[in-house]
């Protein structure tokens, strides 16, 4: 049996819809995105409180410089946009790993944040290469003893699972 090429004139394509790679926050718990290392940890505000979508909650440093998380997403994405809402920091670099494990790790992105006087520092980056499966944050400095890092946000797109 051949295959009838005059059915394929009349057939109408004007409903089909073109799909976008939805654009979707990277960086929730609750998308599966993890804190799996942080340097220091107060029970009071634990570094998981930096991925937990609360604005009320943060992770606090415990003292000396560099300081430093690693957020797991559990999948490979790519990400155009960071948003890190922090206060005191002063000195941020991040690494970015596209490793099934947290290992190998590339400088990224270093930016030294300017200190707002009695309000969160809210830095926006957008990413170019956002290309991660692991993103490590750095403080490398700070304006005070102690630092506290709010939120870190990431617009982008899941790119696949890991295997």
Known sequence: MGVNHSTWHCMDFSNVKHFKMRKTELCLSS???EVILATSSDEK???ENIIDGN???FWTTT???PQEFIICFHKHVRIERLVIQSYFVRTLKIEKSTSEEPVDFEQWIEKDLVHTEGQLQ???????????????FIIVSAFDHF????SVSAEGTVVSNLS
């Open 31 to 33: 998308e599966g995105s």
């Open 45 to 47: 505000h634990p570094p």
């Open 55 to 57: 604005p009320d909650t």
């Open 63 to 65: 003292g000396m410089f």
């Open 122 to 136: 809210n830095e926006e980056i957008m990413a170019r290469d956002g290309s991660a499966t692991y993103l490590r």
């Open 147 to 150: 630092a506290s890092v709010h």
